[in-house]
């Protein structure tokens, strides 16, 4: 089967810096994808890693490591917008196609 | 550019009465999915089209749930009868052919309440 693990809450302050994990057990694997929701909204791509390494996008950073079936996200200069939800996304074909979304990790951003 | 466009943004029915939502996804992308997103968790894929063909709907329950993508442009998903167990937002999302990343657009989707 497939699964994926993320920590269900992180909380931390404006300017500060958080990392979510997300580990992850798949038939097939081509790459982990991250996306934000905010409460009502819609899921945005933020950033996708298809071989081992650091992918930067601005405050954003994501991480994956094959051999250890684990990525992260890490967002640096928390920000108030920040709060959100963040999923990631394991890409289980070499098409878009087959994606799997873990459960999500709420982030919580305070004064 | 337009964005994924879903519509309604919200139905309320009672179970066993039949329902619609309609996507039209951004204009040239070939793969468009729905998504059921239960609260708490994150979106579970339902059927997948390349153009008007269903590539993927292995996880769509047949007994009740359709799908159609007539002329591979926008979308119906239909649930006929509802459940109670069908409550959740559905999301539609589309993808143009063979993405550079892993980008998939979602649309803002259809929060379905059954009574």
């Known amino acids: 089967g497939q699964s994926l693990e993320q920590p269900s809450e992180v909380t931390a302050v404006e300017g500060a810096i958080v990392q979510i994990n997300c580990t992850y057990q798949?038939?097939?694997?081509?790459?982990l994808s991250w996306y934000q929701q905010h409460d009502g909204g819609a899921p945005t791509f933020l950033s996708y890693?298809?071989?081992?390494g650091l992918e930067e996008t601005g405050r954003f950073s994501s991480f994956l490591s094959r051999s250890d079936s684990y990525g992260y996200l890490l967002l640096q200069e928390l920000q108030m917008k920040d709060s959100a939800s963040y999923f990631c996304?394991?890409?289980?074909?070499?098409?878009?196609?087959?994606?799997?979304f873990g459960d999500g990790t709420t982030l919580t951003v305070k004064p | 550019e337009a964005g994924v466009v879903q519509s309604p943004r919200y139905k309320i029915i009672e179970k066993k009465q039949p329902v619609a939502f309609w996507c039209n996804p951004i204009?040239?992308?070939?793969?468009l999915y729905w998504y059921r997103q239960n609260l708490g968790q994150g979106p579970e894929l339902l059927i997948r089209?390349?153009?008007?063909?269903?590539?993927?709907d292995s996880q769509l329950p047949k007994d009740r749930f359709s799908a159609e993508r007539l002329k591979g442009v926008d979308s119906t998903l239909k649930i006929q009868p509802a459940e109670l167990g069908d409550s959740a937002v559905y999301l539609c999302?589309?993808?143009?052919?063979?993405?550079?990343?892993?980008?998939?657009?979602f649309g803002p989707g259809t929060r379905l309440t059954v009574l």
């Open positions: 996304a394991v890409k289980r074909e070499t098409n878009a196609g087959k994606s799997t």
């Open positions: 999302a589309s993808s143009p052919r063979l993405p550079a990343l892993d980008t998939q657009y």
């Open positions: 890693n298809g071989l081992d």
């Open positions: 089209y390349e153009n008007e063909e269903a590539v993927d």
């Open positions: 798949t038939s097939g694997f081509y790459g």
């Open positions: 204009s040239g992308h070939n793969t």
